[in-house]
C-alpha cells in the first residue's frame, strides 16, 4: 500500500468520503489534544512548576518525539487499532463506518468536555470503532474479540498498576528525601517534575499518536480496496501530521481539565506531582510496549491517587473521582451507540 505524502493528497482529492475520515480523524487528534494530553502537564502546572504556555510547549514537542521513536521501535498498539475490528470486504461501506465511528467519538469527547470532565479518548476510538464494525456486520462477528480483550487489560492495567506504582514511587521519594531541606527538596522537584511531566507527554503521544496512526492507515487501506494494513509502513510525515494536530488541540483548551485533575482530585505537594508523573509514564511505556491501549487519563488519574493515599485517603476528593469513573463507565456504551446509530444512518445516505 502506497502511504507517501504524493499519493495520499491525490487519494484525499479525489475521494469525497476519504477526505471526511481524514478530517474527521484530525479532529478527533485535535480533540484528543484539548481533552486528554493536558492531564500529562495538569499536575506540573498546578504546583507552579511551569506556566501553561511553556508546559503545552514542551507538551506538544514531547507528544511529537513520543510517535516518531516508539512507533519506529514498536508500533504494536496501532497495530492493535487496526486489527480489533473488521469492517467486511465491502470497502467503500467500511470507509463508511470508519467516519460513522470518528463522528461519534467528537460529539462524545465535546460534550463531555463542556462539563470539565476527563474522557478518555482512546475509549472513546475503541467504542466507536466497535459499535461501527457491529453496525456495518450486522452482530458481533465484526468484533476480534482477541484483540479487543486488551482493551480489559488495559482498563485494569491503568486502574490497579497506576495506583500501585504510584504509591510505591512517592513512599521510595518520601524515604530518600526524609533528611533533606524543604526548601533544597522543593527546589529539587521543581526540575524533576518537569522532567516527569515531558515524560508523560512523551507517552502520551505513543500511545495515541499510534491509534489514530492506525485508524488513518484504515481508511487509507480501505480507499485502495483493501480490508487490512498488513505490511504498511508508517511514514514520518504521518507521525508529523499527528503529532502536530495534537500540539494544536492542547494550545487552544484544556484548562478545564488541568484543574480537575492537578487541582481539584488531590492537593499535591511537588514531590507527589513527580511521583504521579514518573509513576503514569512507566505504566503507560509497559503498556505500550505489550501493545495494550491504555488511557493516559485513566492512568494518570490512578496514579494521583495512589500518591494522594500516601498520606491519607481523605486527601483524594472522591467526588472528582466518581465524576470521572461515570464518565468513563458510559464512554462504552454512549459512544458506541452514538456510533452504531451514525453509521446505520451514513450507510444509508451513502
Known amino acids: 500500500m502506497d502511504v507517501s505524502l504524493g499519493m495520499f493528497v491525490q487519494e484525499v482529492a479525489s475521494n469525497p468520503i476519504l477526505a471526511i475520515t481524514v478530517l474527521l480523524t484530525l479532529g478527533v487528534i485535535f480533540v484528543n489534544g484539548w481533552t486528554d494530553a493536558p492531564n500529562a502537564i495538569a499536575t506540573c502546572i498546578s504546583t507552579r512548576c511551569l506556566k501553561v504556555r511553556p508546559a503545552i510547549i514542551m507538551s506538544a514537542v514531547f507528544n511529537f518525539l513520543g510517535v516518531l521513536i516508539m512507533t519506529h521501535l514498536n508500533s504494536s498498539v496501532a497495530?492493535?487499532?487496526?486489527?480489533?475490528?473488521?469492517?467486511?470486504?465491502?470497502?467503500?461501506?467500511?470507509?463508511?463506518?470508519?467516519?460513522?465511528?470518528?463522528?461519534?467519538?467528537?460529539?462524545?469527547?465535546?460534550?463531555?468536555?463542556?462539563?470539565?470532565?476527563?474522557?478518555?479518548?482512546?475509549?472513546?476510538?475503541?467504542?466507536?470503532?466497535?459499535?461501527?464494525?457491529i453496525a456495518i456486520s450486522g452482530g458481533?462477528?465484526?468484533?476480534?474479540?482477541?484483540?479487543?480483550?486488551?482493551?480489559?487489560?488495559?482498563l485494569v492495567l491503568s486502574l490497579v498498576l497506576g495506583f500501585a506504582i504510584g504509591w510505591v514511587i512517592c513512599k521510595f521519594v518520601i524515604f530518600i528525601c526524609r533528611d533533606l531541606d524543604r526548601r533544597e527538596a522543593n527546589r529539587f522537584f521543581k526540575y524533576a517534575q518537569i522532567f516527569g511531566a515531558a515524560a508523560m507527554s512523551?507517552?502520551?503521544?505513543?500511545?495515541?499518536?499510534?491509534?489514530f496512526?492506525?485508524?488513518?492507515?484504515l481508511g487509507v487501506a480501505f480507499c485502495n480496496g483493501q480490508p487490512d494494513v498488513s505490511g504498511a509502513v508508517i511514514p514520518v510525515w504521518l507521525m508529523l501530521l499527528c503529532s502536530t494536530v495534537m500540539g494544536l488541540g492542547t494550545s487552544v483548551g484544556g484548562e478545564k481539565i488541568i484543574k480537575s485533575v492537578g487541582m481539584d482530585m488531590v492537593?499535591?505537594?511537588?514531590?507527589?506531582?513527580?511521583?504521579?508523573?514518573?509513576?503514569?509514564?512507566?505504566?503507560?511505556?509497559?503498556?505500550?510496549?505489550?501493545?495494550?491501549?491504555?488511557?493516559?487519563?485513566?492512568?494518570?488519574?490512578?496514579?494521583?491517587?495512589?500518591?494522594?493515599?500516601?498520606?491519607?485517603?481523605?486527601?483524594?476528593?472522591?467526588?472528582?473521582?466518581?465524576?470521572?469513573?461515570?464518565?468513563w463507565v458510559f464512554t462504552f456504551p454512549g459512544c458506541g451507540l452514538i456510533s452504531f446509530v451514525m453509521a446505520k444512518l451514513f450507510m444509508m445516505w451513502f
Open 79 to 133: 497495530s492493535t487499532i487496526s486489527n480489533m475490528v473488521d469492517f467486511g470486504s465491502n470497502t467503500q461501506m467500511a470507509l463508511v463506518a470508519l467516519c460513522a465511528a470518528l463522528f461519534s467519538i467528537v460529539v462524545y469527547s465535546v460534550g463531555a468536555s463542556i462539563f470539565g470532565i476527563p474522557t478518555s479518548e482512546s475509549h472513546s476510538l475503541i467504542a466507536g470503532l466497535t459499535g461501527a464494525a
Open 213 to 217: 496512526i492506525g485508524v488513518l492507515f
Open 267 to 327: 492537593k499535591l505537594e511537588r514531590y507527589q506531582g513527580f511521583s504521579a508523573d514518573l509513576s503514569g509514564a512507566i505504566c503507560i511505556l509497559l503498556s505500550t510496549v505489550f501493545g495494550i491501549p491504555v488511557s493516559t487519563t485513566h492512568t494518570k488519574t490512578s496514579a494521583i491517587m495512589g500518591v494522594g493515599a500516601v498520606k491519607r485517603l481523605s486527601d483524594i476528593n472522591f467526588g472528582v473521582v466518581r465524576d470521572m469513573l461515570l464518565t
Open 140 to 154: 458481533v462477528d465484526g468484533v476480534n474479540m482477541e484483540e479487543w480483550v486488551k482493551v480489559i487489560y488495559g
Open 202 to 211: 512523551f507517552m502520551h503521544g505513543a500511545q495515541d499518536g499510534q491509534k
